[in-house]
Structure formats: structure tokens, C-alpha cells
């Protein structure tokens, strides 16, 4: 039994196809979506997504959004989304080190604020290219 999965960034549609499984991060943590799962509309967390479809998982970094879930259709609206496969995981790494750094520099409410995001953002890119792995 099958869901289908439509992924879309404001710049274009990342995944259109059915799935059997999907994992996500939502502001309250992760949740495995099924076929048949009940009505949900969720926020959704900067994090990774896990997409199963015939028999492979694909992994995708999601940078907030919000996801809807009914009668076996799941459309997952993100700011920004990137698949695994897209992503240079030395860049990757590069970037997770930079924001690393900024995040422990960060001076006052404002940077703070912008590291900690420069952070979950490179830190999600990062789990993406790993998970993949």
C-alpha cells in the first residue's frame, strides 16, 4: 500500500511520486507516516525527511514548512529542500564547521539567533548526506 508524496519549495517540486514510508522532523519531534495514517497538518522542523519507495530510501534536508496528510496524499510545503543526492558532502561538512564556529561567536540576541539557524540549516544538510550514506 502506497501514499503519495508531493514535496514542493517555492522555486519547484522536489519529490512527486508515491512512497510507501515517510519520516519527518516536526516541531514536536519525528513521525513515521504510513499509508492510511490519519488527517494531520503539522509544522515541520528544520531536519531531515526519510522517503521509502520501492524499497530504497531516498533522504532529503528540509528547512521548515508544514505537511499535510489526508486520504493517502501527503504535500509537504518547505522553504527550502534539498536531496541527499544534490549535496556535496564535502561542502557539507565545510559549512557545518563554518556555522559550528559562528554559532560558539555569536554576540548578542540577533546573531545568536542567525547562527543558531546557520547551524540547524548546515546541520540538517550534513544528516542528509549521512543518513545516505
Request: hydrophobic share 45%; charged share 20%; aromatic share 4%.
Amino acid at each position: 500500500m502506497t501514499l503519495h508524496l508531493r514535496v514542493m519549495a517555492p522555486n519547484r517540486i522536489v519529490w512527486n511520486s508515491d512512497a510507501q514510508e515517510i519520516i519527518l522532523s516536526t516541531n514536536s519531534g519525528q513521525i513515521g507516516v504510513l499509508a492510511n495514517h490519519a488527517p494531520l497538518l503539522t509544522a515541520l522542523d528544520t531536519g531531515i525527511m526519510r522517503v521509502r519507495s520501492d524499497s530504497q530510501w531516498t533522504t532529503m534536508a528540509l528547512m521548515g514548512g508544514f505537511a499535510m496528510i489526508d486520504s493517502n496524499q501527503m504535500t509537504v510545503l518547505v522553504n527550502e529542500a534539498e536531496k541527499a543526492s544534490d549535496i556535496d558532502p564535502q561542502e557539507a561538512q565545510e559549512a557545518f564547521q563554518i556555522a559550528q564556529s559562528g554559532l560558539s561567536q555569536a554576540n548578542g540576541r540577533k546573531q545568536a539567533i542567525e547562527a543558531n539557524l546557520a547551524f540547524k540549516r548546515a546541520k540538517a544538510r550534513l544528516e542528509a548526506v549521512t543518513a545516505s550514506s
